[in-house]
């Protein structure tokens, strides 16, 4: 049983300050679970039109790919640097992008079989650095790629300086 409800018109809001210490992402976040190696373009849409609610990160088995999105909001008069981090550093492939008036950008393509070292942070999760101006609005997208195996993606926002001072403290007794 997928981790979902009724499809939804539009998703919470996660308002931002720029100090987040690990907030939970799933809760402001919609998908769509598919078999079809969709373009970032027409997966949106579809996202948009039949989007559920996700309620847990923990899909368990699954033969489809996810795409996910969450929207979020710059509360505060100055600009925020945040960090979504994704707490599953053996997915296959991640891709996020920032949803524009343009169209999609890419922020991340990433997976357990690229080199650390292109990685956007030295942290051993996947980490999706982006900055918002005062009182902007903001989604991203995400699609997982974790076919025919177990199938999580915890997401957690974080404050940029607030994640780079957790990895920093984890990694000094190695």
Same mark, same amino acid.
């Given at each position: 049983?997928?981790?979902?409800?009724?499809?939804?018109?539009?998703?919470? !809001?996660?308002?931002?300050?720029?100090?987040?210490? @690990?907030? $939970?992402?799933?809760?402001?976040?919609?998908?769509?679970?598919?078999?079809?190696? +969709? !373009? #970032?373009?027409?997966? =949106?849409?579809?996202?948009?039109?039949?989007? @559920?609610?996700?309620?847990?990160?923990?899909?368990?088995?699954? %033969?489809?790919?996810? =795409? *996910?999105?969450?929207? *979020?909001?710059?509360?505060?008069?100055?600009?925020?640097?945040?960090?979504?981090?994704?707490?599953?550093?053996?997915?296959? =492939?991640?891709?996020?992008?920032? *949803?524009?008036?343009?169209?999609?950008? !890419?922020?991340?393509?990433? /997976? $357990?079989?690229? #080199?650390?070292?292109?990685?956007?942070?030295?942290?051993?999760?996947? !980490?999706?650095?982006?900055?918002?101006?005062?009182?902007?609005?903001?989604?991203?997208?995400?699609?997982?790629? %974790?076919?025919?195996?177990? *199938?999580?993606?915890?997401?957690?926002? =974080? /404050?940029?300086?607030? +994640?780079?001072?957790?990895?920093?403290?984890?990694?000094?007794?190695?």
């Amino acid at each position: 049983m997928l981790p979902c409800g009724a499809a939804i018109s539009q998703p919470d !809001t996660l308002h931002l300050r720029g100090d987040e210490v @690990k907030v $939970d992402l799933i809760p402001f976040t919609w998908f769509i679970a598919t078999s079809e190696d +969709l !373009t #970032p373009g027409v997966a =949106w849409n579809r996202l948009q039109r039949s989007g @559920k609610k996700l309620h847990s990160s923990a899909i368990g088995f699954s %033969k489809d790919l996810y =795409w *996910v999105a969450a929207s *979020v909001k710059n509360s505060s008069s100055s600009p925020v640097r945040n960090v979504v981090e994704i707490e599953n550093p053996q997915l296959d =492939w991640v891709t996020a992008f920032r *949803v524009t008036p343009e169209g999609l950008a !890419t922020l991340l393509h990433s /997976g $357990d079989a690229l #080199p650390f070292r292109n990685r956007h942070l030295a942290s051993r999760n996947y !980490t999706v650095p982006f900055q918002l101006e005062p009182h902007q609005n903001c989604t991203l997208l995400f699609r997982f790629d %974790k076919r025919n195996s177990s *199938v999580s993606f915890p997401l957690y926002l =974080w /404050g940029y300086d607030q +994640l780079y001072a957790k990895d920093y403290q984890s990694n000094l007794g190695f």
